[in-house]
């Protein structure tokens, strides 16, 4: 086994580092303001201006097949990467990248929708969950009846990232009732212009999920996502990839969130002494390192078993449970190492507390990762031997 970095994962990590360092971390204390003032943190000129930046240097699409520009750096480096980006709590992404699922596209489709997202000329939005349907996403109502050439879409979605802003959606919806999720679902691309509307959900952290509603939103033929009725396939690929990248995103936020607890520790004094000197401290900051260390382990194991070709849902849902749990009790932990000061807005502490709570909430719930990695043990699908079978 070998753990290390190789020279060339070492160079792309630190580049993004210092990327981060330069560009990025100077601009939070405008984002916090902004953002305590109901604003978005970053405009989408401001996002792009920093995605060009990057680009300047080769990083553009990180996971993008290089035919469409992309660097194609497969999992184990976007995950490195990610926790690089994950120091900030600015929600930077490199440009260049779009929804793995609309490389599904056909050949219009692209032109029309995958080329024009991964320029950044579009924004696209997931649209699955329900009011009535989450954790249990084979429960959709949304409805789907063909006119002819079009289909006409009937329903409601709820909590969707960048509804909002969204230029179209990949809207889920039913075209079978009596096949539902087992091949009556079907994906649809949906232009704002066909019709939906959506409004935004006011949510305790930053990331303002949006409500659409379909009300006899009329949409061609021709803009079905992959086949009528593979839908729900495509929705279980688009939610199963992101389940190593949310986890190692926390990585870096947990790390910077240590050093600030460290740093604080080392100068503020009580009863005469650095609270660095108390073992109550000490326990902190080392549970902290330990699980940090475990998570990055679960996190690049997973995303090796993502560049092995290999069926890697355990292991993505462990890490996605780990880093939920563990990036919770951590920042708890730095915000109490802190006392009152952690409480209060004049650090970030709180922004990041509030941020990191919804990791064990959406693409599947910490309940659902256990369900999972249970189901997966019992059904003899996984061993419990894990990386060595
Ligand atoms: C900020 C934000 C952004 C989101 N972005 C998107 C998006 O872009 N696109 C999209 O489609 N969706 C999105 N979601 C939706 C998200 O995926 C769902 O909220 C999530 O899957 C949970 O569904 P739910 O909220 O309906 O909770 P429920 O499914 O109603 O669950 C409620 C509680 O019951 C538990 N539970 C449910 N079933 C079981 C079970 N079988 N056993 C044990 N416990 C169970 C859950 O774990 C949870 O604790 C987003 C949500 C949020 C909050």
Redesign the pocket.
């Known amino acids: 086994m070998d753990f290390s970095l190789t020279g060339e994962q070492r160079e792309v990590r630190d580049w993004v580092r210092t990327f981060v360092r330069k560009e990025i971390m100077p601009l939070e204390p405008e984002v916090l303001r902004r953002e305590r003032a109901g604003r978005p943190g970053l405009e989408r000129a401001e996002i792009r201006e920093l995605q060009l930046k990057a680009k300047e240097s080769g990083f553009w699409g990180v996971l993008t097949p290089e035919e469409y520009g992309g660097m194609n750096l497969g999992a184990i480096m976007a995950a490195l990467l990610e926790a690089e980006l994950g120091r900030s709590f600015i929600q930077f992404r490199f440009g260049g990248a779009a929804d793995n699922i609309l490389f599904y596209a056909n050949e219009e489709q692209r032109e029309t929708y995958l080329k024009p997202t991964i320029a950044g000329e579009k924004i696209s ?5 329900e009011p009535g349907a ?3 996403a084979r429960a959709i109502r949304a409805f789907a009846h063909q006119d002819g050439d079009d289909w006409v879409i009937n329903g409601e979605k709820t ?3 960048g509804g909002n802003e969204a230029d179209f959606t990949m809207v889920f919806a039913v075209t079978d009732k009596e096949k539902g999720a087992n091949g009556g679902v079907t994906c649809f691309l949906a232009d704002r212009e066909m019709g939906w509307k959506s409004h935004p959900i006011d ?1 305790m952290g930053e ?1 303002g ?1 949006a409500a659409l509603t379909f009300d006899n939103v009329r949409v061609p033929s021709r803009n079905i996502l992959g086949e009528v009725g593979r839908g729900f396939e495509l929705a279980m690929r688009w939610i199963g990839q992101g389940r190593y990248l949310l986890p190692a995103r926390a990585i870096g936020a947990c790390e910077r969130l240590v050093d600030m607890g460290i740093d604080y520790a080392r100068t503020r004094t009580t009863f005469g002494q650095p609270i660095a000197e108390r073992q109550a401290i000490q326990w902190m900051i080392a549970d902290s390192a330990v699980e940090i260390e475990a998570l990055r382990w679960l996190v690049l194991h997973a995303a090796w078993q993502v560049d092995q070709g290999m069926d890697s849902r355990q292991a993505q849902s462990m890490a996605k449970l780990y880093g939920g749990v563990k990036a919770n009790e951590i920042v708890d932990r730095v915000l109490q190492i802190h006392g009152g000061m952690g409480y209060t807005r004049e650090l970030p502490i709180e922004r990041w507390y509030r941020e990191l709570r ?1 990791l064990r ?8 990762q256990r ?1 999972t990695i249970a189901r997966n043990l019992l059904k003899g699908h996984a061993s419990i031997s894990g990386v060595l079978g």
Do not use: M, N, Q, V
């Open positions: 939005c997931f649209a699955i969950t989450g954790s249990d909590f969707i990232t949510t990331w999920p919804l909430i959406y693409e599947g719930t910490d309940e659902i369900r």
